[in-house]
């Protein structure tokens, strides 16, 4: 999974947040932004992804709304 992709999609959807590589293959983050650009985020991660991606299922969590944004740009983390 290449993070660059992601990057550049959430920078270009204004969406705030991170995303790391786990050791199992998988890829786990945290995304915050208007609804609407979150869902169209989570609509990306699902259906599109980087291009040597192969998506197999995706699993949102702990969804909430907040009053302000923890992150200031969106980025990858080791």
Request: proline content about 3%; charged content about 25%.
């Amino acid at each position: 999974f290449s993070n660059q992709y992601t990057e550049e999609e959430a920078r270009k959807l204004g969406v705030v947040g991170w995303v790391k590589n786990t050791s199992k293959g998988t890829v786990t983050g945290q995304v915050q932004g208007p609804e609407d650009k979150v869902n169209a985020m989570k609509s990306w991660l699902s259906k599109v992804g980087s291009p040597s991606s192969r998506i197999d299922r995706t699993s949102f969590s702990n969804e909430k709304e907040i009053s302000k944004l923890d992150f200031s740009g969106f980025s990858t983390r080791y």
